[in-house]
């Protein structure tokens, strides 16, 4: 059964806190990436992975940071350093004809 | 000048109306075009996936591009109550996708 999974659903950050958002795919797909998603703008990129061991910042990179150690996992953390971090975050895998498919989602809250 | 531009909406229509979402692009550059639904609460679904101009058609659903106007629509026939959510529409260019952002729609049964 592929897909792409994401945990968790919810996570709350305290101010000062550094969070790690989990995202794992069994696709067999390079390329992966991280968005967030705001109401009313749209889906923002945040970082993109294309092979293991490299990756790129998007137009929203600063506050976090990523990893691609393996093929099917690149975890995304937020960091104290983004101000503003409450937002549903988005993980898409590709193949290479371009078409991305999504996981479920992680809803970050600061409490 | 966003790369892509949607109607925001929000849309409401009744139950078995015909209902047309749309977006233009500032690039012709663009080589892939797709459309994504999502309901709330959960990531996007891939609806639709063409990379020529015309129409693609897929049960209730047809995807139109029109390249010489930079102009996407889809097309959704006998509109469902199961059809309400959030339809964005994405243009791929070098592996990264442009999102538009979103078109909110509603069918009243």
């Known amino acids: 059964d592929g897909g792409i999974t994401q945990s968790p659903k919810y996570l709350f950050r305290k101010e000062g806190q550094n969070v790690t958002l989990s995202c794992e795919q069994n696709?067999?797909?390079?390329?992966m990436y991280w968005y967030r998603q705001d109401p009313g703008q749209g889906l923002r990129l945040i970082y993109y992975?294309?092979?293991?061991?490299?990756?790129q910042k998007g137009d929203i990179a600063e506050g976090y940071s990523v990893s691609r150690e393996k093929k099917e996992s690149f975890p995304l953390t937020v960091t104290s350093a983004q101000k503003n971090p409450t937002a549903f975050y988005l993980c898409?895998?590709?193949?290479?004809?371009?078409?991305?498919?999504f996981g479920p989602g992680t809803r970050l809250l600061v409490l | 000048q966003k790369e892509v531009e949607q109607d925001p909406g929000p849309l409401s229509v009744p139950e078995g109306a015909i209902v047309s979402l749309n977006c233009t692009y500032s690039?012709?550059?663009?080589?892939?075009f797709m459309w994504y639904r999502q309901y709330s609460r959960k990531g996007p679904e891939l609806l639709m996936y063409?990379?020529?101009?015309g129409n693609k058609e897929d049960g209730r659903f047809t995807a139109q591009v029109d390249k010489s106007s930079k102009y996407i629509s889809l097309f959704i026939r006998d509109s469902q109550p199961s059809d309400s959510a959030t339809y964005l529409c994405?243009?791929?260019?070098?592996?990264?996708?442009?999102f538009g952002t979103g078109t909110r729609l509603t069918v009243i049964p």
């Open positions: 992975s294309q092979i293991v061991n490299d990756f």
């Open positions: 690039n012709s550059a663009f080589q892939y």
């Open positions: 898409a895998s590709s193949t290479p004809q371009e078409t991305q498919y």
């Open positions: 696709l067999n797909h390079d390329a």
């Open positions: 063409t990379y020529s101009s």
């Open positions: 994405a243009i791929s260019r070098a592996n990264n996708l442009f």
